[in-house]
């Protein structure tokens, strides 16, 4: 009998899962079944059925989601997960095992139209405006302007939210990571195992490449998403083997002359030899290691990375050695465990000794990769320590974001029928900026970005050599003039009418304007130790009326 888990693995994998697809819709909203309609807070239904009662269904309303402030004690942020919301508002659509299921799940009291409603309802009247993915970003920007039907925009709230939330912090974490390490330190994701489940395991690998990083062991995110894949193999491959005896294969075929050759007879010359080179002592390396490592190289000859500690490297030169005799270069090493700094640093003086005294110079220049519970202050120190480290393979602090797990990005009704509304708050990072509102990027004389202005959609676009008083929103003594060299409007419109309205880039694209948007940034914005915060403005125009709604709605005192 098929269990309820295999029933549902065989319909995501099937592409099932999701409702069927209204005609002329694209297919790339099948690559994940899970994002449905459903996949919702409950009260968000339960408030579509209010409003429905209310009689609100010819109501339109404008919702915001942006987020209040960056993560990871930093002063920006990487905005992710745009196509992912694309590919579930193509996809939007209550099928019928869902009524079924909100019918026994609901009270008994809601009556049976608002069902015949729900399953009818679709987000053509939807108008998504968004900044392009890959974006560098701020609090209180909104990353989509939602306008739209009110049940409707209110019941995309939650989906939209888990989608952009774990996206935007997943590659802001990855980006860290990339300035840390450095252009030219290669950067692998490994955390599948340690990532909060399935979905969090993909959507992990996903955004740490958009990030920056350079590939993933995940195979499935490699296959979904054309992620380069990494890996070598793990310490139960070493301890597999006893010792020498254990090799069922001995022989490897010479790369251009195509002869057999016995590569164990080989490593182990090269071991006598390379002993005294070295000034150790070869019957501290052990067998079971070096036959793991032989019966590793017989298998991925063009390929060979071993994992070692610092009395394998013993082991590792003379596979690599025999490999190169029969027309084969070695990868490199994994270290694992102990003093990074220190290990890399013998390695290195390892593979340099062996490439003079053999003149073999592409021995001095094998990669040495380190995988240990790494995480960016440990990148940082392994900087200042001089490691010589070629890449870094990265799990736990990476999928999990460690040191802070949730952006917290909110999702706020900002008009409804035409008027402005805002919430207020004792927190003032609380309080919502009203209405419609456009962004605007201003950059200064030396090309890099100056401030981001928010401002009424009535209101005319800044223009480049105009003086522009930018003002915080909140704080009515700060203030400043700025003349932008350039003006970059924010926001496009990517959904109206039913359809995506514009190209969706490759991830590679996404990727590299990640990099290229961080590059308008000034340095002391990027700093891991107390960065210059990047100034948010509005105009005097969305300034005066923010605070008119504010008195217009905050209640009146009375002292007795």
């Known amino acids: 009998m098929m269990t309820e888990h295999a029933c549902l693995r065989d319909m995501v994998m099937d592409g099932d899962f999701a409702p069927p697809l209204p005609e002329g819709r694209s297919t790339r ?115 989509l302007r939602v306008e739209g039907p009110l049940i409707v925009v209110q019941l995309l709230e939650t989906t939209l939210l888990t989608l952009v939330n774990y996206a935007s912090l997943m590659a802001t974490n990855a980006a860290r990571y990339r300035m840390a390490a450095g252009r030219h330190i290669q950067l692998l994701e490994f955390g599948l195992r340690r990532a909060q489940g399935p979905d969090g395991g993909l959507s992990a690998s996903k955004y740490s490449y958009v990030g920056g990083f350079d590939g993933t062991s995940n195979v499935l995110a490699g296959k979904l998403f054309n992620i380069p894949v990494k890996g070598t193999h793990a310490h139960s491959y070493v301890t597999s083997f006893l010792d020498m005896s254990e090799l069922r294969t001995k022989t490897l075929a010479h790369r251009e002359t195509g002869q057999e050759h016995d590569v164990l007879a080989l490593s182990s010359a090269w071991r006598k030899r390379l002993a005294l080179l070295l000034e150790t002592l070869e019957n501290e390396a052990s067998d079971g290691e070096m036959a793991a490592m032989i019966s590793f190289a017989i ?66 220049k094998l990669s040495i990769v380190a995988s240990n ?69 201003l950059f200064g004389a030396d090309g890099h970005a100056l401030i981001d202005l928010l401002q009424r959609s009535v209101e005319s676009a800044p223009k480049v050599g105009e003086k522009v008083l930018c003002r915080h929103p909140f704080q009515e003594s700060k203030r400043a003039y700025v003349i932008p060299t350039r003006v970059e409007p924010l926001y496009k419109v990517y959904w109206q009418g039913g359809q995506v309205c514009q190209p969706i880039p490759a991830l590679d694209e996404v990727r590299a304007r990640v990099q290229s948007s961080l590059h308008t940034l000034r340095q002391d914005h990027k700093r891991n130790l107390n960065p210059t915060p990047y100034k948010v403005s509005v105009s005097v125009d969305l300034y005066s009326f923010i605070h008119e709604l504010w008195l217009q709605n905050a209640p009146i005192g009375e002292l007795s």
């Open 29 to 143: 909203a099948r690559q994940n079944g899970v994002v449905q309609p459903l996949l919702t807070d409950l009260y968000q239904i339960t408030m579509a059925y209010a409003y429905w009662k209310s009689g609100k269904i010819a109501d339109n309303a404008v919702f915001d989601l942006y987020f209040r402030k960056n993560p990871f004690q930093g002063e920006f942020t990487i905005f992710a997960g745009l196509e992912e919301c694309l590919k579930f508002l193509e996809n939007f659509q209550y099928s019928d095992s869902d009524i079924e299921y909100l019918r026994k799940t609901l009270p008994p009291t809601i009556e049976a139209e608002f069902y015949t409603f729900l399953r009818q309802l679709t987000v053509k009247d939807v108008t998504v405006y968004a900044i392009d993915e890959g974006s560098v970003v701020f609090p209180r920007v909104p990353l």
């Open 299 to 364: 298998a991925f000859p063009e390929g060979f990375m071993a994992l070692v500690d610092t009395s394998g490297l013993l082991n590792f030169c003379a596979v690599a050695l025999s490999l190169n005799d029969l027309g084969y270069r070695a990868i490199g090493i994994r270290i694992d465990s102990g003093d990074l700094a220190y290990l890399s640093n013998k390695a290195r003086e390892t593979f340099a000794k062996v490439a003079q005294t053999y003149n073999i110079p592409w021995f001095e």
């Open 373 to 441: 519970d790494i995480n960016e202050e440990t990148i940082l120190s392994l900087n200042e320590q001089g490691h010589k480290i070629d890449c870094f393979g990265i799990g736990t602090h990476l999928v999990t974001c460690q040191r802070q797990p949730a952006l917290g990005c909110v999702y706020k009704m900002v008009e409804i029928n035409g008027q402005p509304r805002i919430k207020l708050s004792q927190d003032v990072a609380k309080v919502t900026m009203p209405g419609r509102k456009d962004a605007y990027r």
